[in-house]
């Protein structure tokens, strides 16, 4: 058994997640939502970092941000059609549904977790290069927000 506090995003999206989804090999998001939910936000982050803590940071940034109930954070391991995941990703990162997702928010949430671990992955160098480069310009217009998620 996992201690609430060792639980991670990783673990959420193995043990919740997938069997949940399984029967209707679907997204998380396409068994819970009751309509589209466009992305506003676009969530980078590793999946190893403490779940309670990356939620925290979530809720956080929605009070700064002063944020609606109603508005929607994507999230891969929700957003994402883990039984089909060819259909998501295209076999090209420049065309697949996270692409999709960043060109449609406003802004881009990088959730940092203590060690940093994050910057060494790939993709979430990736993502955080994307979206450094969708706020330059004048008309941009993309925000892209960093959140730590540590222990209070």
Do not use: M
């Not at 819970?32 to 939620?55: D, I, K, T």
């Not at 994507?74 to 990162?93: F, L």
């Not at 928010?105 to 994307?130: K, N, Q």
């Not at 450094?132 to 222990?151: C, K, V």
């Amino acid at each position: 058994p996992l201690e609430p506090h060792a639980v991670t995003t990783h673990d959420v999206a193995e043990r919740v997640v997938r069997p949940a989804t399984e029967p209707r090999s679907c997204s998380y998001v396409e068994l819970v939502a009751w309509h589209e939910q466009p992305p506003r936000w676009y969530v980078s982050h590793w999946w190893g970092e403490p779940f309670l803590l990356f939620v925290s940071s979530l809720g956080q940034h929605s009070l700064d941000r002063r944020l609606r109930g109603s508005t929607s954070y994507w999230v891969s391991a929700y957003a994402i059609n883990k039984h089909r995941p060819e259909e998501d990703t295209a076999g090209d990162p420049g065309k697949g549904a996270f692409r999709r997702a960043l060109a449609g928010a406003v802004g881009t949430l990088s959730v940092l977790d203590s060690g940093a671990v994050c910057l060494s992955r790939v993709w979430c160098a990736y993502e955080f290069w994307l979206s450094a480069n969708r706020t330059q310009g004048p008309t941009s217009g993309h925000r892209h927000d960093l959140y730590t998620a540590l222990d209070a």
